[in-house]
Every structure is written in C-alpha cells, then in structure tokens.
C-alpha cells in the first residue's frame, strides 16, 4: 500500500524513516519517484534519479552508522538544473551545453552527507537568466496554483515541486531574484542567503560575484535547518565564500525592531496585491516593530546596474565559450541569449565607471538606513500569467524583479514569506530584507510575523496540508556560544587573572582573542583612589603611539547594560582600533583623566600587565637572584616551584640517570655533573660549587638526603662567598653528631633517653648496653632518613650490628662515629618543625606525628599529631624553640622527640638540621611555605614580626610517601620506566614522576607524596583513603596497595600505632608471585589490541581465544579481563591472597601446594597457597585465569603483551622469576578493570576441546589470492588435498608449515618482485596463511600486518585456536568452508562460551566440495577508472585491490578517498581501513554487517569516488636526521652474516650490493638518501608505524631484494631500502630490507614527543599515509645524541604542513621525463635479468647448503640450575666463583639498588658452573644470574 507524502516536511520524513524499516523507507522513495515524470510531461522536472541512482544513495546512507542522527535522513530534495549532481546531467536549461558532472557541487554533498537523497533536476530560465520560468526549451512551468500562471523564475521548477508538496526542500539560486520571485507566487518560502555563505563550486555561474544558491521550502523550520547545513565555507574552492560570523545576530531587538518600507510602490497595475501589502504591514506592526517609510530610490538605482551596467558582461564571460561553439538555435532560448550577448559590449572601463556608481549609491544607502534592522518590500508587484509574460517577455521579466535586483548588489540577506491568498486564489508574498550574516535573524521575526498572519493555520505551498508548527523554529541553531553579544576590549584590572576579571564573569563574557592596538595609542596609570589601580587608553597619531596589549571579549547584548553600571569615572565606553584594522568597543577615558595629578605614563611597558608585574617585583626585593638546588627528584621539583613563584633562576644539578629529570626540565639552567652514582655527582662538592660558579648561584638550597647535613659543604659554601640555605656548619656538626646533640638538648632542658657518648669499639658497646639494658639502638652519630640505625635485642646480635652502623655511617655520610640509647618499646615518633632567624629567635610551626614507619622509614605522616595532650603539645612546642634558640639557629629544623604514650612523656631524640621530607603537611595547616622562609631568612631579610607571633593551626593533613617498592618482596627497590601514573587533581603532589619517567636503581625510592588536608583528622583520613585510592602507577611497582592497606587499617583510624608496628602488621596484598615462569608466560586480554592493524600493532591476545575466554568465564570474569598464556611449559605461583582460578587449553599437569587439581573448573587457592602448571602434554598452550583479573596497564586499548614491541601486558614482556602481579580490586577508582560478571562455574564436558596428538583439521575460507591470476588451479587442489607439517620455528608471529612447493601461474611479481609470491606491500588478515616465496606461514596474534606476499587462504575465526594449539612435528589438513558457515561456527563458539552451555564443532562438517573464487566481484565504474577486485579475505575482512599489479599513486588516491568516506559515513559494522599501496583490507564486524551487505556497500561507494589525475592530499614533509652507514647498521649486517648466512649477494655490505646491481657508486646511493623525498602509501610494514615508503622521482627506484632468509635482529631505528620501497625499523626486530643508515627512533611508544601531542593527537606513530620524508646528514654521535632526546620526547622533529597535488608532480615527472625514461630503461632488460639469475643463483645455493645457520645458545647439563635475579639493580659483587660448591641458601651474588645491597641466594646446593654477569653490569628482574650443577 503506498504511503502519500505529499507535503511532508523534513521533520515528517525523518520521523518515518526512524519508524520504518530500510526497506519500507526505500520503497516510499521509489513510489515518490515514480510517480514522476521529467519534461515534457512534467516540464517541473528536467531529469529524474534513475531507480538505480536512488539505490545507490540509499545503500550509501544505509552504510552510515549514525544515519538515524541525521537532520535529514532519508530525506527527498530536488536541484535546480544549474547545480550539479553527480552523474546526473547539468543542463542549465539548454541541451546543448549538458554534461555530466563526476562530483557534487559543495551544497549537495552536503546536504547528502546530512542525509539527503536527490530525486532529481528542476527547470529553470536558460541559465538562470529571468524572473518568469518561461525561458527554458524544456517548456514552461506553469504556477502550482494556476495552469494558465508563470511560476516565476528562474528557478521555476524547484518550486513547484515544494509547492505541490513533492519535497519538503529544493534548492534554487538567486542572482537578482530567481530564489524569491518563485516562492511568493508559490506560498513557499524563498531564502536568499548573504552572498557567499553558501558555495557555489558546481554552480553553473550566472553573475558569478553575485551568486547565491537559494533554498525553497514549505516551512520556516525547514529552511532554517538546510541553512544550517548548507551554511559552510569553502575557501579552497570558491572565490567568493565567505564564512558565517562566530556570533551572527539571531534576534532583532530585543527592544522595538524598527522596520522601513517603500515610501512609493509601483505596482503596475495591480489592485489585489497592494491590499495584501497593505494587511501584512499592519500586522508587522502587531509585533510591536516601530515602521517608517523611507525613499527607496538609492536601491531602485542600484537595481537598474544588474541589466544595464558590465554585470551582464559577467553572464557573458561565463558562456562566452559555449557560445563560440554555434550550439544548435533550437537549444537556444532567444530572449536569454539576446540579454547575455548584449553583456560583450562593455569593457574594463565601464566596469570600473558601475563600480564607482554602486559604491557612490551604496553610500546613500547606509545613510538612508542608519537604525534600520531589516526592509519589508513585495516579493514581486504582479502575478502574471504566461500569456502576458510570452507577450512582454522582458518588460514583465524586469517589473518582477522590482524589489529583488538590487539585493545582492547592496550584500544584503533576504526571506521570501507567504502573506496571503489573493480572491483568486493566488498568493502573495512580502521579503524581508536585511543585512549581510542577519539570515537567522530574518527567519526569527519570520517567525513572529507568520504566527500574527496566519493564526498558526497556514496552508503549506499549493498542498492542502496545514501547519500549524512547521513555522517554529527549532532550538539551538545556530549553536548558541555567543549569541547576542557585544565585543568589548580591556585594557586593564579587567584582564585575565586581574582584580576586576569577576565582572566579567559575572555577565557571562566570554574571552574571543588577545590582540592588541593599532599604533596610534598612549596607555596611562591613572592616580588610584582605592584598592584597584586603574589604566587609561589614549588615542593619539601614530607617530607618537604605540602598540598596547587588549584583551577582547564578548558579552551577551542583555547582560551589557549591567556591566556598564560598574564601570566608574573617569572610563566610559567608546571605540579602540585592533592591529587588524577592525573597530571594537573599549574603555574610553575622559580628557580629565591624562590630566589630572599622579598620572603615569606607562605606554613602555606595551600593556597593564607588565606594568603591574614591574610593580609587584620593585615592591618586594628578591632574596637572591640565582639559587642552586642541590638536589633531585621531588624535593628539587617542589624548591625550584617556590623559586618560580619569588622569581629566583633556578640552577638544576643532574646526574647522567637524571638528564631528562623533572627538575633538570624545569629548571632555568641545569649543570650535568658527569656521572651516575650519588657519590659521583650529588654528593660531590667540588663539582656543585664549580657549578655555582658557572651559574652565578648565590645560594645553594640543599632540601633533604645528599648533602642537606653536610657540615664541610655547608663551610665550603661559605669559603667560597656563596650561602647555604641552611644552618652553619657548626651547627650541623653539632646537631649531626647524636652525642653533641644530646648535649645540647640537655642543656636547653630538652627531656634525653638514657644513653652514652661515642663508643669506638663492639666490646665497650657490649657494656653500655648491658648498663642500659636490652633491648638498645645503635645509632650512627651522622645518621639521618632511617640509615646508619639499628635495634639490638641480645649481646650476640650486637657486634654484627655494631660494625654494620659503622660500616653504613662511614658509607653514606662519612662519618663512622657510634653511640648506644635505650630503646622505648611502643615509642611514637613525634617531630616539631622549626624555624631559626640565625640570631637567637626560633618559632614552632606545629608537631607532626611520624610513628607509622618502616624499617625506621616514614611512611605516613600527620599533623596534629592525634591523642597527644594539650600540655604535652605545648612543651614539645617550648623545648624545641629553647634548643634552637640556644645555639642561634638559622633556617629550617625539625627537633623529633621520642612520645611514650602510657607514660605521657617525651624524650629527646635527634634535630635534623635540614628541611624534613614531610614539610609539605605542615603547610597545608599553617598555611606557610616553608621553603620561602628558608630562603628568606638565608638572605638575611627581614621577617616582620613573624618570630614573635604564634602560628596558628587549621585542620589536619596527612601525607602518603610512594614508594618505588615491591611491598609483597620484603619492600625490595623496584626501578623502571613509569608507563602511566595519574594523581588526584585535588590533592596536593609533590612528586617528580610522569609518564616516560625513568626510576633509576642509584637513588633513594621516592616517586611522590600524596598530601590532603582537612576540617579534622577523620576528614583528612577519608581524603587520604580517596586520593590513594584513586592513585595509578604502572612500569614500576610501588607501595600504592601497602599504603591503601594501612590507611584503612583500624590500627591507623583508632590512633594505635607506635614506631614499630608497621613490623608486625599483616599486609595481605591482592596479588601473586611467580616463583618459575615457564616457557614463554605472558598476560594478555581479548580480543586483544584492535583496531591498530593499519598502524602495524598487532593485536596480540591469546592464540587459542576459545580456551583463553573459557578460563575467564570459568571464574566469572568479564570477558576483557587479563588472563595468563603459557607455551609448553606452565609456571608456579606463590598467591598472597584468596583466590579463584581455573587452567583451561592445552593439557597439563595442575597442582595446588602438591595436590592435583582439574582443569576447566574453578579451583579456590587460599593465600600462602602455591600453583604449579606443570609441562603439557597435549597441545601448545594453557591458560590460567584469576578472578577479578589481573591489574596491568591498558596500553593502545588492551593489557594484551606484544613481546617483540615491548609493549602492553606486564612491562611490555615475558613473565619472569620472583614477578609480582596485581589482581583487580573493581571498588578502587584506580582500577579500571570490569567486575566480574558471572559466578564461577565449571565448563562442561561438551565445550572442552579434545586436542589431537598429531593431525589438525582446520577450516579455512579461500583467499583472497587464488587461481587462475596467482595460483595454478592444481595448486589450490593440492593445498588442500595434502597435508602441511608445523615447522619447528612457529610462535606467536606466525606457525610456518612445510609441504608441497606451490605451482605458480606467472612467472614473477612483476613490478611488486622477483618471486611469483610477491604483491605490492597490502595488509594481511589475521589468519591468513601466507607464501613467503614457497614457504607458507599462518599469520597470527603478534605477526606483521604488511608485507608484500600473497595468500592462498585464511583459517576462520573459529577456528584459530587450533593453530594456537599446533606444535612443532604437527599436521595440519585444510578445508575449505564458506564465508556463512564461518560465521555460524563463530556465533556458535560465542553464545556457548557467554552461555557455558552447547556443544564446541570440531569436526567440521559444512565443508565446500571444492574451493572457491575468492573474488567477490569485480567492477570499473568507468572507462577511465581502475578495475576494482573485491577479494574474500577471511570471515571478517574484505581485500580491495585497485587496478593492475603496479605502482600507481592514482591507486593510492583512490584507497584514501574510500578510506575517508567509511570515516565519514562511520559506516556500519566496519572495524577498520587498513592501507596498502594499491589496496585496503577492510576488517568488519559480522555481527553488524554481513559480507555480502558490506561488499554492497564498498561498491557503492566505489560509484561516489571521482575518477581524477589532478588530485591533492593533505601531507605533512617530515625531515629526519640520517646516519649512514652507522655502527650499529653495519654490526646487524655483521651479525646476519656470523649467525644466519655467511654467503648472500648483499653481503657484507648491502650499499655495496645495492650499488652493484644498478651498475652506480657507493656515493650515489648515499646521494639519493639524502636527495630522495619518499612518500609514505601504508604503515606497519615491520611492525608498530613503520613505513612502506617510495621515492617520488622515478630516478631513486633503484634494483634489489630483500634479504634471504631475514634477519632476526634489526636495530631501532635504522632505514633500509627494498628495491624500490624505503622502510624505518621502529623497534628491535626482525627484518628483511637492505640496510643503509640510522635515524631517530620513530616509534614514540609512551607520547612523549611534542610532535605526538602536536601532530598525532597524542598517538605514538609518527607518520600517515601520504606524507613525504626526507633525510639529513648527521654524524653517528649527533644521531645518538638525538636518538636519546628522542626516547625521552624532547627532540623536535621538523614537521612542515603541506599537501601532495598530484598535478604539480606529474607536471614536474612530465619536465624530466627524458632522464627519468632513460634512468628506468637502464633497469630494465638485461640488467633486470642479470639482477634475477643473480638472486636464483643465490638462492640456489642457499637451498643446497641447507638454509640459514641455527644460532647456538648456552648448553648446560641435564638437571642444572638456573639461579635467576629477583631484583632489578646494578650489579655488586659475585661471593662465589666459577667451580666453588655451595650450599642451599647461600649467597652467590649481590646486587645493588636504592642503597640496598640485596643477595641473590644458592635455590639449591651444587657446584658454580656459570656467573653471567661481572660487576657494573645492570640486572633486570628475572634476568639469569648463575647457574649451579
């Protein structure tokens, strides 16, 4: 049953089709086009939309995938025939000047991309030349309303079809009325837009300066959306486009709208349509408009230039040519060719004579219309009928245009609006008038008008339909960011950051730009009469002016008056000249104002800001003017925070770790001191005061650790007239040393633990403790941080104790010195900060409580300190200033005392005479900076009074040390490469630490303190749980789960901690341990890292997904969680909590403490529980799953491990010994891991996969390459009728196969190679199993993604995990299966696995008879366009392939414009457009898109891509520094030749064999490099972003090949050239191309580049199809020097802007084609056969040798055992050497780290075969250490 639309809006249409099905909104379409007829039988039309055509759209906007967002989804417009449509004719009326455009004009393709479909083309007067639409051979059409009545024209049928209600909309155009004549006589609405504002690129020109595409419509609504869609500019392509201001006027008012109408009205006649004139003025003035009249003569005047001035002549310049041509008479209408003929006799003279007229006119026009929002005119006098018009063509034709000629002339907007019915029956319409960009605001007081007109009962055009809300407008359009607004500049307290910037705020301004003044200004400081200085800016000659700095904002219009109120004398607001020559409103100021006393002027300064900022810097004198911050890490970050704010240069010291430190970076100026452990450069005083020197340092701030206690640095300092922010060196002596302090303590009446002096001997400390009593601490005298301190609780531990502290003192602080006190048991350490003026005066700034430590370690800090008396608060207080005071202390100090609780008292403990590490929470409750004060009182300045005052304290704040340490390994150092870390905002951090720092092993642990501060100690403990809680760190394991853990605890809630109970307590981390890591045992996720596959990221993931997702649902897990993959081999796990597991794949012993335990069921593990996979025996991999998952970080989308990239999973590797990984807590904002979402249940028997022990039948779809163009069909039977073995080198990047040679049906790759197996570089599937030469290799999870090999088949999803399964020995047979049984196997597997029920297929039996055509189709949209083959690819890809088997870059257009428009359309099911050179593999989601719909698709967007040879693309020239021929280029060529192929033709030097075989020097393949620009046509062609590139001058394409076979080892960054291509290596990997030179590491893993964030939107890759590297010489150093900037992001890539015009290039090519044509016959022919026996000669003699060298690792003897390092650290010492017998637990090596020494024990006893490493060498975790027998 058909659907009537006749008269739908756009509103209607789209509801329908959101309502309807595809099908059912297709047919109403196709109903609605064939109930149309084109001229003669419907002269409205000129052509109609083929029903194919119609499809084509629809199946285009079907592909969208956010169709149903769309304004205009679905919906059916017409065009006036002068637009054009692609591949329907543009005719303009006259048949013999059709074409058929191949692209949209720029207002179709939008209104298509908006949803639009065109039904067809309208009649018009020939070339839109008239007013009356008789002027067209295609006859005339008639009016709507009237047979025997002209339309009006010239876009006659566009509105006839909106009348009759056929579209909602069509488009027009209106050079002088032919988009609003039409609509008045039609009761449509006609929207001339301001000239510019739509394009007309694809519009036939008529005037073409004056051109406008029109809009016609039945209602206001609609025609304000198409505005909004249509409304675009499009500079690049239309000389004349202009963009719609930021801030157009929407609303005329909101006062009083005042309206002028002609003082005289001719209307010729008529006596009908004045009346309704008359009654729609009278209602204008119902919308309370103040209405004059005024003389229209001016325009009138202007009118008459459009027919009798050069403007014609502009008609004619654009058909001159046509019309030279003699086109047939008949096709010619005679009265349009008279008028455009007529345009050839004018010439420049007269045209410059019209110019000077129009403006001298245009002059009294703006004077005639000063304070007039908008003119009300008929839209034509006379409705005439066609008889009349035939009569008097022109004179009928010039009496309509009346009011409309002159529009455009003048730039002026205007609306055509129904007025009424005259008693004919025939409308009338008035036209709003108004100037340029009021568009919007006409459609509003449309609005108001046709409501008072027509009572909310309008008939829409000549339909019998009734509106009575399509006249509304709809909201929001355009988008109101700053509607209404006035610009204002200012100049002074109003500015951003200033006193006054809240009035701003206050009426809701919005800040537009910072420019500044023309140069004809003065700025003055006025006298200031209260709190606020105030500016005045005054005009003056630019001789004597200047250039002053604004600020522009914008104001809402309502909001101005009120802002006005608060502006005091003497401003007022006037006018201020921008630099740019545009006028905006400012602050004025009254003459008085530069005249009155106390008047500055300020103009040097160039603006406000600077002048308040000299202000501010001559009020408070600086302390210093260069300070050195003798330190690192966070504390120097947090000093150098303060200098910025005092305005002090900061110096950084660095050592070689800490060369792209946080504080190296901030600094002003950093000094290297040249080396890398502490004692090399923090510690080394000769080398800091040299830099002091160097700098100009005039003070040097050490903070905390390194030489912050140093008495000798100190007294240096002070020798060398340079100030230490600190105490004297006396001071720190006596402070530093515990047996003086004491004494001082004693003396200043400070309460002391019993103790002694210094003790030089163990036997003298064996008596004193013995006096004492156990238990006592040895304390080192110069101690300090938790070092040199230990607790002895009997006499035999005491002299190992002893000499340890002596050791420790004498290493860490210089100084051996030893002292014994008594230890108070449950002792809480509270501190009071101190502050010393140096001349006897001291202040207490508050106590902190200190008691939560470890290891005599602080780990969390508060203030107050909790449950501490008032009275004892207060002599803590007291004591501490009298010890300060006593010794006329300078600068910072903390006193720490000793609190016995249950007795209420405290004892003296030690004064650290430095700034304490936990500083920062005293601040946040006195408010103070600390380090100011320091700095201050340093240089002697004075205080005020502070010293006399007591601070007050306001709330609580708490602090959280993060540690870089494993909590779960004793605490051990854990350094790294921070991956990710995120910080709460609204916590204070003092940190140092970001994304791509590097944690080094040399220095204390220390990543960051984590400060809160709130109303009291319950408040500050919910926000220190927060901001822990929301706390990320991965690359380095730190205490962030400790600190959660013993924040949370009832222990630190309820005030019950002491000094030692962080010993005892019972940490229970979420986590586990690996005590053996297997074979190869890595975390991944699924599905792994998708949608990268274009970039060169594999995805990774598990190779057998079925049993990998299984062991997730098996615990309940959602099915993203990280889970563990183990190969061959399982490892062992220690878990520190409760757990639930399951091990699923390949068979394998599973124990829990010893015990036996199932597969493929939940196992519950206590904590302390141990789990051992063992060895299996069936299959190739297992898979262990853990409930909640596993805590890694998501990297590019997934925690899936990519080993090769060093990337994802757990630090980017394999699993090793002594690992500890986190599971996920889903109630921790941190964690952004899924909960879990089923319970765990086990797997039943009839999903759990019987593994075979030796023969594999996989099913595989066939494709995408096959016979009869690659493969001989005999070949493709063989395949699958023999079977395949696993080769013994298959892994996770591919599983090799060994079986029959293929038989070729072409002799070579042509262009693409040597081989028949070569193909120009395209992307692979996932799956595919592809012919390196001869050799197939099954392309899986970590393979590559381009290459240059065909591919016979690909193994369907469903059944990949046997190839995850297979092992070497393995046979596989191959099946053949359909596309559809594919994906039912596939959904299959899906709904089992969410289900745990059904049934796992693995005995295929939906298998094809015989393999089939992998070719889906084939098409040539036409003759010049390339033959497109769509190629099966799998069962979720689609190969496009574009013309024939060469390099082309036309191809590679086309590739990206399809690309662009899937992007576009966000089509439907696609996952991703994965480039090629002349291809694109298209990845799909079945689920959303079947194969065949999306093939559908593809083709027709085939249809939309134009067939150009003049093309351009944006492209980015990126110049790259270049090494050539560097060490580490040549050492992997080396390194091929001693451990792959000793013997090769590119060997041992590949310059030398590139050079060779194209018969040139050495020095001109060094030239071209350095020459050459290489366009990039895909990424990824060996791995992660790198490069397929190809010189763009024919002349670089040298001969070659690719190594045979590859290496297995390439350096980072180096560029290799293969034949014709250019690729960079972006990581250590294996490779194939000839390798030429170095450059920087274009991989940018982390984003830390600029070029990332600027350039990549913060994406690692560097470059993108299409853009254009060169290379520069720089020497090996220079290139090391920039590979290191780079790895840390701070080397700046010269990146330029630009496009690639293809037209440009083959104009160039075409310059050289002589010597480009010479250059690529020289390479052809014999040579090209001399070059081919060359390589199968080689190769020859590969095969006879027995291929590639087998690299030989270390062989140790049966039953050996590996001892590997659990801790990462530089190391040590070996106690044991090679051949010494050891026992079980004994040390063999020692590895240093965060001034730990950690020992590496014997696991069990045995004979030393083998120590790997010598001393200085760096240990990572896992890494193997010694090996015993």
């Not at 996770?1292 to 190679?1313: D, M």
């Not at 015989?1410 to 690819?1433: C, F, G, H, M, N």
Request: charged share 20%.
């Amino acid at each position: 049953m058909s659907i009537n639309t006749i008269g739908w809006t756009i509103e209607k249409w789209v509801k329908f089709h959101q309502d309807s099905t595809p099908q059912e909104s297709f047919n109403t379409l196709l109903s609605v086009l064939r109930t149309q007829k084109p001229a003669p039988a419907d002269p409205a039309w000129i052509s109609l939309t083929s029903e194919e055509q119609l499809l084509h759209q629809w199946d285009i906007l079907q592909s969208k995938s956010h169709k149903e967002e769309l304004p205009l989804y679905g919906v059916p417009i017409a065009v006036k025939d002068n637009i054009d449509v692609k591949n329907l004719p543009t005719t303009a009326a006259c048949p013999s000047f059709a074409y058929t455009p191949t692209e949209d004009s720029t207002v179709v393709r939008l209104l298509k991309e908006a949803g639009a479909i065109v039904i067809g083309k309208t009649n018009l007067d020939q070339f839109a030349t008239g007013l009356v639409g008789t002027r067209s051979p295609y006859g005339i059409t008639p009016n709507s309303f009237s047979s025997k009545h002209v339309s009006g024209g010239s876009s006659a049928g566009s509105a006839s079809v909106v009348a009759r209600g056929i579209v909602p909309v069509s488009l027009g155009t209106d050079t002088a009325g032919s988009g609003r004549v039409p609509a008045g006589l039609n009761n449509l609405i006609g929207l001339k837009p301001t000239v510019g504002v739509f394009s007309t690129k694809g519009v036939v020109p008529a005037c073409h300066s004056l051109d406008c595409v029109s809009i016609f419509s039945l209602t206001l609504e609609d025609a304000q959306l198409t505005f909004n869609i249509m409304a675009q500019p499009d500079f690049e392509n239309d000389e004349y486009s202009r963009a719609m201001p930021l801030n157009p006027l929407q609303k005329f008012g909101p006062s009083q709208v005042n309206i002028a109408i002609p003082t005289k009205l001719e209307w010729f006649g008529e006596e009908e349509n004045p009346k309704i004139f008359n009654k729609a003025i009278e209602n204008l003035g119902k919308t309370g408009s103040n209405i004059v009249s005024i003389d229209f003569q001016p325009l009138l005047d202007l009118a008459k230039c459009l027919y009798e001035g050069p403007w014609v002549a502009e008609r004619y310049t654009a058909l001159k040519d046509f019309y030279a041509t003699n086109p047939p008479v008949e096709t010619l209408d005679p009265t349009v060719t008279t008028i455009v003929k007529g345009g050839a006799k004018f010439d420049a003279a007269t045209a410059f004579t019209y110019e000077y007229k129009r403006q001298g006119i245009l002059q009294k026009v703006r004077k005639a219309l000063k304070g007039v929002d908008l003119l009300v005119v008929p839209t034509s006098p006379l409705n005439p009928t066609i008889a009349e018009v035939l009569a008097e063509p022109i004179l009928i034709n010039s009496r309509q245009g009346t009011w409309t000629n002159f529009v455009n002339l003048a730039d002026m907007s205007a609306l055509s609006i129904p007025a009424g019915f005259r008693p004919d029956g025939l409308p009338f319409g008035i036209t709003l008038i108004s100037e340029k960009f009021n568009d919007y605001a006409l459609l509003e007081f449309a609005n108001r008008f046709l409501k008072i007109s027509f009572s909310n009962q309008r008939s829409l055009g000549a339909t019998k339909t009734i509106s009575s809300l399509g006249d509304e407008l709809l909201p929001n359009i355009p988008k109101p960011d700053l509607k209404n607004s006035v610009k204002l500049a200012v100049v002074g307290a109003h500015l951003t950051g200033m006193e006054l910037n809240w009035q701003l705020q206050k009426v809701n301004a919005t800040l537009l730009s910072a420019p500044k003044t023309s140069k004809k200004y003065r700025l003055y400081a006025l006298p200031t009469a209260g709190p606020i200085a105030k500016p005045g800016l005054r005009r003056v000659s630019e001789e004597i002016g200047s250039h002053i700095q604004l600020e522009v904002y914008s104001i809402p219009k309502e909001k101005f008056g009120d802002f006005i109120e608060m502006v005091p004398e003497p401003l007022g607001i006037g006018s201020v000249e921008l630099e740019t020559g545009e006028w905006v409103k400012s602050f004025i100021c009254e003459e008085f104002g530069y005249t009155q006393q106390g008047t500055k002027d300020i103009t040097e300064f160039g603006g406000w800001k600077s002048y308040i900022k000299s202000i501010e810097s001559q009020a408070s004198k600086k302390p210093f003017n260069v300070v050195l911050v003798a330190n690192r890490g966070e504390i120097a970050v947090r000093i150098i925070k303060t200098l910025k704010k005092l305005k002090v240069k900061s110096v950084a010291i660095y050592s070689e770790p800490d060369k792209y430190a946080k504080h190296v970076l901030m600094a002003d100026t950093a000094v290297p001191l040249h080396g890398v452990s502490a004692a090399e450069t923090y510690l080394s005083i000769d080398k800091i005061v040299k830099a002091c020197k160097e700098t100009g340092a005039e003070a040097v701030i050490p903070g905390y650790g390194f030489l912050s206690e140093n008495a000798d640095f100190s007294d240096r300092l002070a020798k060398e007239g340079i100030i230490f922010v600190g105490p004297s060196g006396d001071a720190i002596r006596k402070l530093g040393l515990k047996h003086s302090a004491r004494e001082i303590a004693k003396n200043a009446g400070v309460p002391l633990v019993p103790g002694s002096g210094l003790v030089s001997t163990a036997a003298e400390a064996k008596e004193i403790a013995a006096s004492l009593q156990y238990p006592v601490m040895i304390k080192s005298t110069a101690g300090g941080g938790g070092i040199g301190l230990q607790k002895v609780d009997k006499e035999e531990d005491l002299e190992k104790a002893f000499n340890t502290v002596k050791h420790q003192g004498k290493i860490y602080f210089g100084d051996e010195g030893v002292f014994l006190e008594r230890f108070v048991d449950k002792a809480r350490h509270v501190e009071v900060q101190i502050l010393g003026d140096g001349f006897g005066k001291a202040i207490a700034l508050g106590e902190r409580d200190c008691s939560l430590q470890r290891r005599n370690q602080k780990i969390i800090e508060e203030t107050p300190a909790p449950n501490l008396p008032v009275s004892i608060r207060k002599e803590m207080r007291k004591a501490a200033e009298q010890l300060i005071s006593s010794m006329n202390y300078k600068c910072a100090a903390t006193v720490e005392y000793i609190y016995d609780e249950r007795r209420q008292a405290f004892y003296f403990l030690e004064v650290n005479s430095r700034l304490q590490v936990e500083h920062p929470i005293t601040e946040a409750v006195t408010g103070l900076d600390i380090i100011e004060k320091m700095i201050y009182i340093s240089a002697n300045l004075p205080q005020g009074d502070f010293f006399e005052t007591e601070v007050e304290v306001s709330g609580a704040s708490m602090e959280a040390r993060l540690y870089a340490e494993n909590p779960v390994k004793d605490f051990m150092p854990s350094p790294g490469q921070i991956t990710e870390v995120k910080f709460p905002e609204w916590a204070r951090i003092d940190g140092w630490v970001e994304k791509g720092t590097v944690v080094s092993a040399e220095y204390d642990p220390t990543l960051a303190k984590i400060i809160v501060h709130g109303r009291d100690r319950a408040d500050a403990l919910n926000k220190l749980r927060r901001a822990l809680n929301e706390t990320v760190v991965y690359g380095c394991i730190t205490n962030i789960d400790y600190l959660r853990s013993v924040a949370n605890s009832e222990m630190f809630e309820n005030v019950k901690m002491h000094t030692k109970i962080l010993d005892t307590y019972d940490y229970k981390a979420k986590a586990f341990e690996i005590t053996s890591p297997g074979a190869y045992t890595t975390v991944q996720d699924y599905p792994g890292r998708t949608g990268f596959w274009r970039i060169g990221v594999p995805p990774s993931g598990p190779m057998d997904a079925y049993a990998f997702r299984l062991a997730n649902r098996i615990v309940g897990n959602h099915n993203k969680a990280p889970a563990i993959e183990i190969t061959l081999n399982g490892p062992s796990l220690l878990f520190h909590h409760d757990a639930i597991v399951s091990v699923t794949g390949g068979e394998a012993p599973v124990t829990v403490n010893g015990v036996a335990k199932q597969m493929w069921e939940p196992i519950v593990l206590k904590r302390g529980d141990k789990l051992a996979i063992g060895k299996l025996i069936s299959g190739c991999r297992s898979y262990l799953a853990i409930r909640d998952g596993i805590d890694v970080t998501e990297y590019l989308g997934s925690r899936s491990t990519f080993a090769l990239g060093n990337l994802g999973g757990y630090n980017g590797r394999v699993l090793k010994l002594g690992d500890v990984l986190f599971l996920g807590d889903p109630s921790l904002p941190a964690c952004t891991l899924p909960s879990p979402t089923h319970a765990p249940q086990a797997a039943p028997k009839s999903l759990i996969p019987e593994y075979p022990s030796k023969k594999w039948t996989v099913g595989v779809t066939c494709g995408p390459h096959g016979a009869p163009d690659l493969f001989k069909q005999e070949s493709i039977e063989e395949f699958f009728s023999e079977t395949w073995k696993v080769h013994y080198n298959s892994n996770r990047f591919g599983v090799r196969l060994i079986g029959p040679k293929p038989k070729w049906a072409r002799a070579n790759g042509g262009e693409a190679g040597l081989h028949p197996s070569n193909a120009h570089d395209y992307v692979y599937s996932l799956g595919a199993i592809n012919f390196t030469g001869d050799e197939p290799v099954i392309l899986t999870c970590d393979g590559p993604s381009l290459g240059g090999f065909v591919c016979q088949a690909v193994v369907s999803q469903a059944e990949m995990w046997k190839i995850g399964q297979v092992k070497p020995g393995d046979v596989i047979q191959f099946v053949p299966i359909s596309y559809d049984s594919a994906r039912l196997l596939q959904e299959a597997q899906d709904t089992n696995i969410e289900r745990l029920t059904g049934e796992l297929t693995q005995n295929l039996t939906n298998v094809l008879a015989k393999p089939q055509d992998p070719v889906l189709d084939r098409i040539k949209v036409s003759e010049s366009a390339p033959e497109v083959t769509y190629r099966q690819a799998g069962d979720r890809y689609i190969l496009v392939e574009y013309g024939e088997n060469v390099m082309d870059l036309n191809l590679s257009y086309r590739v990206h414009k399809l690309i662009e428009l899937v992007s576009f359309n966000k089509t439907v099911g696609i996952v991703e457009m994965s480039q090629g050179v002349r291809s694109v593999l298209v990845e799909f989601d079945g689920y959303k898109i079947s194969q065949k719909m999306l093939l559908k698709t593809l083709i027709a967007y085939e249809k939309e891509i134009p067939v150009v040879n003049k093309w351009s693309v944006p492209s980015r020239v990126i110049k790259l520094p270049m090494a050539f021929e560097d060490k580490k280029t040549l050492d992997a060529v080396k390194r091929y030749q001693e451990t792959i192929r000793s013997n090769a033709p590119w060997l041992p030097n590949n310059v030398d064999f590139i050079a060779s075989v194209n018969g040139i020097e050495r020095s001109d393949v060094k030239d071209m490099l350095y020459s050459a620009r290489f366009l990039v046509l895909g990424l990824g062609d060996v791995f992660l972003g790198a490069p397929c590139a190809v010189p763009l001058d024919p002349r670089h394409r040298f001969l070659g090949t690719k190594y045979n076979p590859s290496r297995t080892f390439t350096p980072n960054g180096t560029v290799g050239i293969g034949g014709m291509y250019m690729c960079i290596y972006t990581m250590e990997s294996p490779g194939g191309y000839q390798l030429v030179g170095r450059t920087i590491p274009i991989w940018d893993k982390l984003s830390l580049g600029e070029h990332s964030k600027e350039f990549s939107n913060n994406q690692p890759w560097l470059l993108t199809p299409f853009d254009q590297v060169e290379f520069y010489p720089v020497s090996e150093e220079e290139l090391d020097k920039f590979s290191e900037e780079a790895n840390h992001g701070h080397f700046k890539v010269d990146i330029v802007e630009s496009v690639f015009d293809h037209a440009k290039y083959l104009d160039w090519i075409q310059d050289n084609i002589d010597s480009i044509k010479t250059f690529v016959d020289s390479q052809s022919g014999e040579k090209k056969e001399e070059f081919s026996r060359l390589i199968q000669v080689a190769n020859e003699e590969l095969a006879q040798s027995g291929g590639a060298k087998v690299i030989e690792e270390d062989q140790f003897p049966e039953g050996a055992e590996l001892v590997y390092s659990e801790y990462s650290g530089r190391f040590w010492k070996s106690l044991v050497q090679v051949g010494d017998v050891v026992q079980e637990g004994q040390g063999l090596v020692v590895v240093e780290a965060m001034k730990t020494e950690m020992v590496v024990n014997a696991p069990k006893s045995g004979k030393v075969i083998k120590i790997v490493h010598v001393n200085g060498d760096m240990v990572e975790a896992g890494d193997l250490v010694a090996v015993i027998h």
